[in-house]
């Protein structure tokens, strides 16, 4: 409760004394955000995916799993919900948006002090979607990819999105039981 106050209070000595610790127990699942006053409209469909490794007996026997959606989770979550959460619409998205803000989209390579944060924010958002298993087997390592496909824009509109682009995939990621803790 302490955190959470020292981060909505005014830029002040103990604000600034404590902005790191604050910082690492509110971001990124608490954050401030004026969307809801002004909505920027999603204007390319962002599908996020993951595959996984397993660890079997053998190393040489490891092989990757088929891509699983995980943007479908968040959109099964809201489908028929009378008034679905902003965090159950936007949880996936917003971990991928985090990470790309915070990454050089070529080598994936950090471009802001953030990185680690957003990079371990969304392998834990990934791997609480997937679980501790795949097929009776533990996960071993994961990869996710993006994919973008632009919405069309209605014939009374001139909005401009990205272009249909290959997808972004990241490199392996490991997975440790210190992964999963408090997602379970």
């Known amino acids: 409760m302490a955190a959470v106050v020292l981060y ?12 790191k610790q604050v910082d690492s127990h509110i971001r990124p699942e ?5 969307e809801l006053f002004a909505p920027d409209p999603i204007q390319n469909n962002i599908s996020v995916q993951a595959r996984v490794q397993t660890a079997p007996e053998s190393p040489d026997a490891r092989s990757a799993s088929r891509w699983v959606e995980l943007t479908g ?9 009378l008034a679905p959460s902003h965090e159950d619409q936007l949880m996936v998205q917003r971990a991928w948006e985090f990470y790309a803000r915070t990454h050089q989209p070529l080598r994936e390579t950090p471009t802001s002090p953030d990185a680690d944060v957003a990079a371990e924010y969304l392998k834990r958002v990934a791997l609480q979607r997937l679980g501790r298993d795949w097929k009776g087997q533990p996960i071993a390592r994961v990869e996710l990819q993006e994919t973008v496909a632009p919405v069309p824009v209605p014939d009374w509109g001139a909005a401009v999105g990205r272009d249909l682009t290959r997808p972004r995939t990241l490199p392996w990621w490991s997975v440790t039981d210190a992964d999963y803790r408090g997602i379970e």
């Open 8 to 19: 909505v209070t005014p830029d002040n000595s103990m604000t600034r004394t404590y902005k």
């Open 30 to 34: 608490f954050e401030q955000n004026w």
């Open 73 to 81: 989770t968040d959109v099964r979550n809201i489908l028929h919900s």
